[in-house]
């Protein structure tokens, strides 16, 4: 049974960072490209970055200089690190596992996601 599950979300100041963690489990972790996205109240869930098999990275314009994707094919995590956070990024933050896609695939072919971590930004 594959399950994938997101941790480090929480409350943080404007200007603050984050590290969200994604564990999977049940899959060929490596084989998988990794993706975040984010869903914040009354907006369609969003692209915010992903990783390529082999560590190639892709980021949503709201990303690029802020948040970094990293993934341990060892601990089959991926990880987010988020810095400079502005209310704008306050969401639900899922993760996703595609099994045949690429950096550009969008949500809906993704294979396997998690229930979600909330972050809040405060202002």
């Known amino acids: 049974q594959v399950q994938v599950v997101e941790s480090g979300g929480g409350l943080v100041q404007a200007g603050g960072s984050l590290r969200l963690s994604c564990a999977a489990s049940?899959?060929?972790?490596?084989?998988?490209?990794m993706g975040w996205f984010r869903q914040a109240p009354g907006k369609e869930r969003e692209f915010v970055a992903a990783i390529s098999r082999r560590g190639s990275t892709y980021y949503a314009d709201s990303a690029k200089g802020r948040f970094a994707i990293s993934r341990d094919n060892a601990k089959n995590t991926v990880y987010l690190q988020m810095n400079s956070l502005n209310p704008e990024d306050t969401a639900v933050y899922y993760c996703a596992a595609d099994r045949l896609g690429s950096l550009v695939t969008p949500s809906y072919e993704y294979d396997y996601w998690g229930q979600g971590t909330q972050v809040t930004v405060s202002s």
């Open positions: 049940g899959l060929t972790f490596s084989s998988y490209v």
